[in-house]
C-alpha cells in the first residue's frame, strides 16, 4: 500500500437527512506555517461571497485566526471556545463558566467567528479523566448548539498538532481541506495525518471526514527542488485520491501577506493584483459546495 493509499476516504455523513445541514470543514496539517489560517479565512469569504452563511471556529490555542478578525481574547480577558467546550461536558460541571455560546460568536462581519484562546492548549488535560467519549467533546457541543441548523458551513482552523484536539475537529468535520508545503518534511507529515485520519476509521465512533482537496501552498516553482517535491508529492496524492483532490499551487504572493495585515480577505480588494487569488479561492468554495450538492 503506498503512502497515501487510504479506502476510505469516500464516505459521506448525513446520508438519510432530508433537510440538508450545515457542514463542518476543517483546515488541517500538523506541520506549522503550511498556509491552514490563511486558507480557512479566505475560503470562509469565499464561501460568503456565494451566499451561504458561514462560521469560522478558531481550535488553535494561537489564536492567529481570531487575530485576522480582530478578537484578542488574552488581551481582552474574556472567554474563548475552550470554555464553551467545557461547558459542554457535564461530568466537568465544577469548572464551567456563566457562558452561553451565542453570547461569544463575534457577528461584526460577514463571516461570523467562535474565537480561541490560549487555554485552549489545556483542553486534553481538562477532558483526559472524562467518563463519556473525549472524542466527541466538539461533535457533540455543535449538535447541542444546533449550530449546524444556523449556518450553512463551519470552516475550522486546525492547530500545527495531531493531539486530542485535532482529533476532534476529525470527528467533528464532514470535510478536510489539506494545505501543505512541497518539500520532503511535508510529504512525511501528510503520512502521519493519513494514519490519524484512518485510526478515526477504526475507532467506530464516526465516521471519517472526506478529504475534500489537497492544497500546494507557498510554492516556488523556480526553484527546481521545490518543482521536483511538488511533482513527486503531488503524484502520490493523485494516485491515492485522483485528479480532484489536488488543487493548483498557491505561489507565494505579497497580496496575501498585504491582505492580512490590514485583517482582511482577498475579497476586500478590487485591485487586478487580487482577481487570481479571488478566482483560487472561489474555486475552493466550489469544491465544498459541490461536495454535498446532491443534498439540495
Ligand atoms: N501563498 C502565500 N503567499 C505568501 N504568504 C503566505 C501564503 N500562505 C501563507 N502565507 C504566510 O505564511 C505564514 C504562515 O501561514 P499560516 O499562518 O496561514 O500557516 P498555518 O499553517 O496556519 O500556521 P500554524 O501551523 O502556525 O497555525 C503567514 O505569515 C501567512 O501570511
Ligand atoms: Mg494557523
Known amino acids: 500500500m503506498g503512502l497515501f493509499n487510504k479506502p476510505f476516504l469516500n464516505n459521506s455523513k448525513n446520508q438519510n437527512n432530508s433537510k440538508p445541514k450545515g457542514k463542518v470543514i476543517a483546515f488541517?496539517?500538523?506541520?506549522?506555517?503550511?498556509?491552514?489560517?490563511?486558507?480557512?479565512?479566505?475560503?470562509?469569504?469565499?464561501?460568503?461571497?456565494?451566499?451561504?452563511?458561514?462560521?469560522?471556529l478558531d481550535l488553535d490555542p494561537q489564536a492567529n485566526l481570531s487575530l485576522l478578525f480582530g478578537v484578542d481574547t488574552a488581551e481582552s480577558g474574556d472567554y474563548s471556545i475552550h470554555h464553551l467546550?467545557?461547558?459542554?461536558?457535564?461530568?466537568?460541571?465544577?469548572?464551567?463558566?456563566?457562558?452561553?455560546?451565542?453570547?461569544?460568536?463575534?457577528?461584526?462581519?460577514?463571516?461570523?467567528?467562535?474565537?480561541?484562546?490560549?487555554?485552549?492548549?489545556?483542553?486534553?488535560?481538562?477532558?483526559?479523566?472524562?467518563?463519556?467519549?473525549?472524542?466527541?467533546?466538539?461533535?457533540?457541543?455543535?449538535?447541542?448548539?444546533?449550530?449546524?441548523?444556523?449556518?450553512?458551513?463551519?470552516?475550522?482552523?486546525?492547530?500545527?498538532?495531531?493531539?486530542?484536539?485535532?482529533?476532534?475537529?476529525?470527528c467533528a468535520s464532514d470535510g478536510v481541506m489539506v494545505p501543505f508545503r512541497p518539500d520532503e518534511f511535508?510529504?512525511?507529515?501528510?503520512?502521519?495525518?493519513?494514519?490519524?485520519?484512518?485510526?478515526?476509521?477504526?475507532?467506530?465512533?464516526?465516521?471519517?471526514?472526506?478529504?475534500?482537496?489537497?492544497?500546494?501552498?507557498?510554492?516556488?516553482?523556480?526553484?527546481?527542488?521545490?518543482?521536483?517535491?511538488?511533482?513527486?508529492i503531488t503524484g502520490e496524492l493523485k494516485e491515492a485520491f485522483g485528479n480532484e483532490k489536488m488543487v493548483p499551487p498557491f505561489f507565494n504572493r505579497a497580496q496575501l501577506v498585504k491582505g492580512q495585515a490590514k485583517k482582511k480577505s482577498v475579497f476586500a480588494f478590487s485591485g487586478k493584483d487580487y482577481k487570481g487569488l479571488q478566482e483560487q479561492f472561489s474555486q475552493m468554495a466550489t469544491i465544498v459546495e459541490e461536495e454535498w450538492s446532491h443534498e439540495h
Open 28 to 56: 488541517i496539517n500538523q506541520k506549522g506555517g503550511v498556509g491552514k489560517t490563511t486558507m480557512a479565512f479566505n475560503t470562509a469569504y469565499a464561501l460568503s461571497e456565494k451566499g451561504h452563511k458561514v462560521l469560522c
Open 85 to 170: 467546550l467545557i461547558n459542554s461536558v457535564r461530568e466537568l460541571r465544577a469548572l464551567h463558566v456563566p457562558l452561553l455560546c451565542g453570547e461569544l460568536i463575534v457577528k461584526d462581519q460577514k463571516v461570523h467567528l467562535l474565537p480561541a484562546g490560549q487555554e485552549l492548549s489545556g483542553f486534553e488535560l481538562s477532558v483526559a479523566g472524562i467518563n463519556s467519549p473525549r472524542q466527541l467533546v466538539l461533535k457533540k457541543f455543535l449538535e447541542k448548539n444546533a449550530l449546524l441548523e444556523q449556518y450553512d458551513y463551519i470552516v475550522v482552523d486546525c492547530p500545527p498538532t495531531l493531539g486530542l484536539l485535532v482529533v476532534n475537529i476529525l
Open 186 to 232: 511535508s510529504r512525511k507529515g501528510l503520512g502521519h495525518f493519513y494514519e490519524a485520519l484512518e485510526d478515526i476509521g477504526e475507532m467506530g465512533v464516526s465516521d471519517p471526514p472526506v478529504v475534500l482537496a489537497h492544497i500546494p501552498n507557498l510554492v516556488d516553482a523556480r526553484r527546481k527542488q521545490e518543482a521536483d517535491d511538488l511533482a513527486k
